[in-house]
Every structure is written in C-alpha cells, then in structure tokens.
C-alpha cells in the first residue's frame, strides 16, 4: 500500500478484489467507449493478475490491471473517472505498477493503446514507453475501427 499526496489531496493506492469489480465497472464504461464487461473484469483477479486501485478516502477513483507471465507484464488496462482525470492519477498508477513489475523481476511491461488516445500515449511515451508495433483495425469505432499501438517498456 502507497500513500501518495497530489495537490494536497490524499490519494492511497492499494490492491484491489473481485468485491471491488462492479464500482472498477462504473468507471470503466463511463471512460471506454467499449468497455471491458463485468465478468471480464472479475476474470482479472487469478494469481497471473494484478489489480490496484487508487482512492481518495474511500472513493475508488481509478484502477490499472496487469498480467504477468514469467518476466513479461501486460498492462491490460488503467482507467481514471472522468471527474478525476487531470489530476495525475493515471502517472500515479503507472509509476506504482512499474514499480511493482520491477520487485516481481519483470524485463518488460508492455500495452496497447487507441491510435486515437493522445493523453494515454503521451503518458507512457513520458515513462519512457517506445512504439513496438501496430494492429490494424483492432478496435472497434461505431463507424469504423481504428489501430491499436504496441508500446514497451524495458526496465
């Protein structure tokens, strides 16, 4: 558990469990135009998974979710309430599941992101995530369908 204060608020970081699914769901298809269903999010709490939250006194303000195999972490998804967002919730769970993917002797953390999705992008790119690669048309838009770009980290 982390104690993290931003802008004298103070925000905790600490892990979350399958209980905690339906309040990460809220926030999920509040921010995603196709989000990650209920179930898919309770399948993210076996012993591959790990699931943190982020919260300022008992709100649950955002989460990330990482799977790791071997040495390899996938960040499979970090979301921030739209009423959050802007106040570096999102750089604070990255830097903590970078951190953690460090102590578990991970080699590289890697993720996919909305072609679209400027923050996120510029965000990893800040914590030092470089393109890998790219899926065309692998997300769904209600008019199309857009690519995903594969971004690393080297730790």
């Not at 204060?5 to 339906?22: G, N, Q, Y």
């Not at 769901?25 to 982020?54: K, T």
């Not at 030092?128 to 995903?148: Q, T």
């Amino acid at each position: 558990m982390s104690a993290l204060i931003t802008s004298a608020i103070p925000f905790e970081i600490r892990s979350l469990s399958v209980d905690d699914a339906p309040a990460m769901f809220r926030i999920e298809s509040l921010v995603h135009s196709h989000p990650m269903s209920l179930a898919n999010l309770e399948d993210c709490f076996g012993h591959l998974y790990r699931v943190q939250g982020i919260y300022a006194a008992d709100e649950l303000l955002g989460f990330s979710i990482v799977q790791q195999i071997i040495d390899e972490v996938t960040l499979l998804d970090i979301c921030v309430a739209p009423t959050a967002q802007g106040r570096g919730l999102g750089k604070q769970l990255l830097t903590e599941l970078i951190a953690q993917a460090k102590v578990a002797d991970a080699v590289v953390v890697m993720l996919e992101v909305r072609q679209s999705n400027c923050a996120a992008m510029g965000l990893y790119q800040q914590a030092g995530f470089v393109e890998s690669g790219r899926r065309k048309g692998y997300y769904p838009l209600d008019d199309g369908r857009e690519d995903a770009i594969l971004m690393d980290l080297s730790l």
